[in-house]
């Protein structure tokens, strides 16, 4: 053995880890990748669900608008309700309103109130103590309904008292005066069939007064007829307040007659009656329910207009109460105000032309006497001319003074001496109402006219 010991040998091996390292490097790459794929995933998760939130979000935020948008136009709607309640309150308001002035003005009404007193000024109106509007038509067009119309509207009533006749009918035969309380009476009368000449003369008596209220009109085809006693003239009458003084003539807007044109040809001999003596007609239109159309209704009121007579201005619709209308209606009910009103003016320009005719007739006759004096009685137009006509022809004769005619009429109208016979009759009891002139003048006239 040596001193230097022995050596040893190193030995190396080598050992090839690559691909243990590729395996490891490709499980680290399988992790990264994983963890990529599920990091994409948690953020394409979260970005979904980002997404579902932000749409639940826009949703919750339309529906609210919508909500918020609903409840505007509810609340739009509720406004416009509620205006639309005020505005019909307000106008049905002011219609009530309206009503009652026109009901309250019916009421107060004296004649004279619609063309003026003044107007009927040296006309002789003491006889005018009422006025008659006739209501006429074809049996069936809705006179008496018209009439109960009437008087539920003025009385504020739950019912009218003219008999009404559903079976088609005629239901009124009596000859009766309706609202007798008022200044004004409106007359039902019977409706005609056939208009005849009997019927014809009917009418004019109805017109005249011959027939009073409660008389029974009855014709040749009723039980019982002995005939009327017709065909007087309206002269021969001796009361002015017991004629017809305004005319309401009512048709059905659905009357084939009416669109035929044959209920102008109907209705000729009233339109002939009425126009000589200065009546101009009212015209109710009754059934407007059964026109369709408004082009309907206008020709309706026009063909109405042109059978009646009546100018298109006095042509109305109305709804009359019925079952089927039982009311009340604050527009029918100023319909039929408005109608009164109407006739009442028509019924007094009726009786300004009738005393105008009348004065211009008497004033022939009296003039006529005065100046022809002859022996004999005095004809009786001169016994009942009035005072006042007989001082207007002396004061245009003898130019007295207006205040001191007028102070002598009204000291006479004090002592109730309106007529020519009256003063002549208490002449030596007033002599001391003239003056010395006058006196002497209107003696010697009443003497001339063998009157004193």
């Keep these: 053995m040596g001193g230097g010991g022995s050596k040893n040998q190193t030995s190396y091996t080598y050992v090839d880890n690559t691909e243990k390292v590729r395996q490891e490097e490709e499980a680290r790459e399988r992790r990264r990748l994983e963890n990529e794929r599920r990091q994409r995933e948690l953020q394409e998760q979260e970005r979904i669900e980002r997404e579902k939130r932000e749409a639940a979000a826009l949703e919750r935020q339309r529906f609210q608008q919508q909500l918020a948008e609903a409840e505007r136009q509810e609340q739009e709607r509720r406004r416009k309700e509620e205006e639309r309640i005020a505005r019909e309150k307000e106008q049905l308001r002011k219609l009530e309103e309206e009503a009652v002035t026109k009901r309250l003005a019916l009421f107060d009404y004296k004649f004279g109130d619609k063309i003026n007193l003044a107007s009927f000024r040296n006309l002789d109106i003491s006889d005018v103590t009422k006025l008659r509007i006739g209501v006429f038509g074809p049996t069936g067009s809705g006179k008496s309904c018209f009439v109960n119309t009437c008087e539920r509207t003025v009385r504020r009533s739950d019912k009218g008292s003219a008999p009404i006749n559903s079976t088609g009918r005629e239901g009124t035969i009596i000859l009766e005066d309706f609202l007798q309380e008022m200044f004004f009476r409106l007359v039902d009368t019977r409706g005609f069939f056939n208009y005849n000449a009997n019927e014809s003369c009917e009418f004019v008596d109805i017109l005249s007064g011959r027939v009073r209220p409660g ?227 209107i003696e010697k006239e009443l003497v001339r006219l063998q009157l004193i």
């Design 215 to 441: 008389s029974t009109i009855k014709r040749e085809q009723d039980e019982g007829f002995e005939g009327n006693n017709l065909g007087r003239t309206l002269e021969e009458v001796d009361h002015f307040s017991d004629r017809m003084h305004g005319i309401i003539l009512v048709v059905k807007a659905n009357d084939i007659r009416l669109k035929k044109g044959q209920l102008k040809e109907y209705l000729l001999p009233v339109r002939q009656t009425l126009r000589p003596i200065g009546i101009s007609p009212i015209t109710v239109v009754t059934h407007r329910d059964k026109l369709k159309t408004e082009a309907e209704c206008e020709q309706a009121l026009n063909d109405a207009s042109a059978a009646t007579g009546s100018s298109r201005s006095h042509t109305f619709f109305v709804a009359n109460y019925c079952p089927d209308n039982p009311g009340p209606n604050v527009n029918t009910e100023l319909q039929i105000f408005n109608i009164l009103h109407f006739a009442l003016s028509m019924a007094e320009r009726h009786v300004k032309i009738v005393k105008q005719q009348n004065k211009n007739k008497m004033e022939e006759d009296l003039m006529s006497a005065m100046q022809n004096a002859a022996i004999g009685a005095p004809a009786k137009a001169v016994l009942q001319a009035p005072i006042s006509l007989f001082l207007e022809i002396l004061q245009q004769k003898y130019k007295w003074s207006e205040n001191s005619v007028t102070t002598v009429r009204g000291k006479l109208h004090q002592e109730d001496i309106s007529r020519l016979k009256t003063l002549a009759e208490c002449w030596s009891d007033v002599t001391h109402f003239f003056p010395h002139g006058m006196r002497a003048t």
